[in-house]
């Protein structure tokens, strides 16, 4: 057996598990209706069908008792109530442990997989369907290549025609022969003339073509011969029928494989179950979906790719820095084409990195199932609300949010949602709420987690921080400043293990883990009111519009993103305060300023800041700073290049990229400027 | 005696010298990636005394090291003159500053004695063993030592 198919079908069951998580979070939300049953059945129902093609028989076993369940629903005879509905979300859980384990992953608990299992059996005892779940009437049907003849299949048929001059007296014409026969199946039409003779000979009664015929169709042999019935001793006919795959490798083609997998699997539980009409669907299905239009990439191709298309950026760069330093007169003509070049090598880019995009609905779909489970372990009852499922991002960041995130939401409900007592008791709806939101907001992604918890114990937060040597005693630290206490290294609020989120795992880890991918965390909470953990992450990972500026004789980059204006200062704009520090006065306000060559360590001295340029950058937490730089540049779109492997994360630096004459320039961030120059500060 | 030669032969490995601080050094020709002359590099904020900076192979972004000033010799001025020489450090690449390379020798292990006792830690940590030739002792460098530092010596 291929492995090749069997990755399919694992593929496919990633796609199949998320519909039934799909269906079932609508069944618990109370909306939905027979389609959604049947939906979900459908999807049980594959996942069965494939894994017992593969002699899956632990899956095969789980999801038929699963499906039978379902199948129950179906017929409308039970009742489908909250309580049902919770029990089937545990069973989706474990149906993918148990794909997961199939696939050579981390093995299903077996604690609960028999829980699980056991209460599927106690419900179907209970509701009368008890004997279907008896296993031993599931046979998992293990795939046969070779066709059997008492199935419906396709046959091939091998017709060779040859009229006599006497067909075409009785006015028959092998044109509508043809035509019938194409109305059975698929036909392929040779014609030899070989015994045609030269025009000089020609004698135009006797027939001298014939014909070769290669027939598919589901139709007997005597079907075939029925259309010959009007012309038969007028012609020389030969019907002979093809015996499938002789042709080809026995092995066939994958695409029949799978078909003929889905074929055999549907036709068995129509022998077990006893319902035929919606099975059809069931094999219907599948089969819809294979004419969706996508196309699975390995995704090493698809990075291959967007490297490409980055260093096709960097040439353009390259050559534009070229030409423009050519000493000719009139470069116009040039310029316009490298324009139209750059456009285009950024619209190939745009859509490569369209490719590597995915929506976050999986992922949500993940979390739905961590709140779920750590609801049950705290004895809480926790809805989750996603929103912006179809918000695409970068696959990476999908891959790499999931353990941020789990970490979120397993805190959120440990910590944040009350027990149901004393939400009652706040005046508060019985069940805590979770919302995931994502959506797009200029050029970056957000993703959001709130909770309608009690919010951050800021008392509590600021004694553990003073208590574990975080913060001093006396430090006076505004609200938003102690809930960033959270990331410290270090900082844990849970003062006993519980078996759920202290793990030792802080949020430091988190924090750390969205930095990586180039985004910030933030928290807000408001107390008795909840709180939000804001995730923002940028869109691409390759590529940003950049400010090109000097600092201290080196070139570096300053994402756009961050910049929200540039200003030249002049005199009286800046004001000392304090014996180091510096204020640029913007519109009324005054903004810190920091010395960019100075925090990064190139220039102890620091310059008179009338003679540098300044770029309002504003971070995400709402703090506002003020570079100072050299020179501005210009503004042109880098490639990032990361500094992982070539050094430790340094502060002030995101990472590098190369300009146009093949220098490396440093990509500032401007937030870790901003946060270290205060930090230094409050040291000193 | 054919196959006694022949083991002989594969035990020699080949080693490029160069000179760093007026004293010579060599690595393993197979740690080599290539040798580059110098262009000077872009700075690396808040790195180590002995980080260059960086420099742009081909699209991918390495960083440079001046082995002198690693060694704890006296720092190199880089010149045009000088030379980096590109190693392969466990997928990682790597630039070390030379003043020169001079050729390629052929060593046997026997020839290749222990490095003395000395006091420097740092020395008996970067020198993985010395070898006689013409009356000058070459230094083989110890590339992991020199291209992962420990933590609190950053």
């Known amino acids: ?684 | 005696m054919q196959v006694q030669l022949e083991e002989q032969h594969s035990a020699v490995q080949e080693y490029v010298t160069f000179s760093v601080a007026d004293q010579v050094f060599c690595l393993r020709i197979n740690q080599i990636r290539e040798i580059r002359r110098w262009s000077p590099v872009t700075i690396l904020p808040h790195a180590p005394h002995y980080v260059l900076g960086v420099m742009n192979l081909r699209g991918a972004v390495i960083p440079i090291y001046d082995l002198a000033s690693r060694l704890g010799l006296a720092r190199s001025d880089a010149s045009e003159r000088d030379v980096v020489i590109v190693v392969n450090l466990d997928g990682n690449l790597l630039g070390l500053l030379a003043e020169a390379v001079s050729e390629i020798i052929s060593i046997n292990p026997e020839e290749i004695q222990d490095t003395p006792s000395v006091d420097s830690r740092d020395t008996m940590e970067f020198i993985q063993g010395i070898i006689s030739k013409n009356d000058q002792m070459i230094r083989i460098v110890n590339l992991n030592a020199v291209g992962f530092p420990d933590k609190d010596e950053v």
């Not at chain 1, 889905?262 to 094999?283: F, I, L, W």
């Not at chain 1, 003073?466 to 400043?481: C, F, H, Q, T």
């Open chain 1, 1 to 684: 057996m291929s492995s090749s198919i069997q990755d399919t079908f694992f593929e496919e069951c990633e796609e199949l598990l998320e519909a039934i998580d799909e269906g079932l979070t609508a069944i618990d939300d109370g909306n939905w209706d027979g389609e959604t049953v049947n939906a979900v059945f459908r999807a049980v129902h594959s996942i069965k069908g494939g894994a017992g093609a593969f002699g899956l028989d632990k899956l095969v076993g789980f999801a038929h008792t699963f499906e039978t369940v379902f199948d129950g629903l179906r017929s409308e005879n039970q009742k489908l109530d909250g309580k049902l509905a919770q029990l089937l979300l545990r069973a989706s859980d474990n149906l993918s442990d148990l794909v997961v384990e199939a696939r050579g992953g981390k093995p299903a608990d077996p604690e609960t997989h028999g829980a699980v299992t056991n209460e599927l059996q106690a419900y179907l005892e209970a509701e009368g369907l008890g004997e279907e779940v008896d296993l031993s009437d599931f046979q998992p049907m293990v795939l046969d290549l070779g066709f059997t003849d008492d199935q419906p299949s396709q046959a091939s048929f091998l017709i060779r025609f040859r009229p006599h001059a006497t067909l075409y007296d009785s006015g028959n014409e092998p044109l509508f022969l043809f035509q019938a026969l194409a109305e059975l199946g698929e036909i392929d039409v040779t014609l030899d003339e070989s015994r045609l003779p030269k025009l000089e000979s020609f004698d135009h009664e006797e027939a001298y073509l014939s014909w070769e015929i290669r027939l598919t169709t589901d139709k007997s042999e005597a079907v075939v011969d029925s259309v010959f019935e009007f012309v038969h001793g007028l012609c020389d006919l030969e019907i002979s029928e093809e015996v499938a795959g002789s042709k080809e490798d026995p092995g066939l083609d994958t695409s029949v494989d799978a078909s003929s997998v889905k074929d055999n699997s549907s036709e068995h539980t129509k022998q077990s179950s006893n319902t035929s009409t919606p099975n059809a669907k069931a094999s219907a299905k599948p089969d819809a979906k294979a004419a969706n239009s996508t196309l699975r990439v390995d995704l090493e191709r698809v990075d291959r790719l967007i490297n490409t298309v980055g260093e096709l950026i960097i040439n353009h760069s390259m050559l534009a820095q070229q030409i423009h330093n050519l000493d000719v007169d009139d470069l116009r003509a040039v310029e316009n084409e490298l324009e139209a070049f750059k456009s285009l090598a950024r619209e190939i880019q745009e859509c490569v990195m369209a490719i590597r995009a995915q929506p976050v609905k999986p992922l949500f779909q993940r979390m739905a199932r961590i709140v779920r489970e750590a609801s049950a372990a705290t004895g809480k009852v926790t809805r989750l609300v996603t929103e912006g499922d179809a918000t695409e991002v970068d696959k990476t960041v999908i891959e790499r949010l999931t353990d941020p995130m789990t970490h979120i939401l397993r805190n959120a409900v440990d910590h944040g949602i009350e027990k149901p007592e004393a939400r009652l008791a706040a005046g508060k709806s019985e069940d805590g709420e979770i919302r995931l939101t994502a959506s797009h907001r200029s050029g970056s992604v957000s993703i959001e987690i709130r909770d309608d918890g009690a919010g951050l114990n800021r008392e509590k937060i600021r004694e553990i921080a003073v208590e574990k040597n975080l913060i001093p005693r006396d430090a006076d630290l505004s609200d938003s400043e102690i809930d960033s206490l959270l990331f410290l290294p270090g900082f844990s609020t849970a003062s006993e293990v519980s078996n759920l989120s202290g793990r030792g795992v802080g949020m430091d880890v988190v924090r750390n883990s969205v930095m990586a991918l180039g985004g910030r965390i933030t928290i807000s909470s408001t107390p008795g009111a909840g709180t939000v953990f804001t995730i923002i992450l940028p869109l691409t990972m390759a590529v940003m519009d950049g400010m090109v500026v000097s600092v201290a004789d080196q070139t570096m980059v300053v994402p756009i993103t961050s910049i929200i204006e540039t200003i030249r200062a002049t005199e009286g704009a800046v004001h000392c305060l304090g014996p180091k520090e510096n204020m640029l006065s913007v519109r009324g306000s005054f903004v810190p300023i920091f010395d960019v060559a100075q925090v990064l360590g190139l220039r102890a001295e620091s310059r008179d800041p009338l003679n540098a340029v300044f770029l309002l950058v504003e971070t995400q937490m709402g703090g506002c700073g003020a570079l100072a730089v050299d020179t501005i540049h210009d503004q042109r779109q880098v490639v990032i290049k990361s500094l992982d492997g070539v050094c430790g994360e340094t502060a002030g630096v995101a990472a590098a990229t190369i300009l146009g004459d093949g220098k490396i320039a440093m990509i500032l961030d401007p937030e870790s400027i901003l946060a270290e120059a205060p930090a230094a500060k409050a040291l000193a």
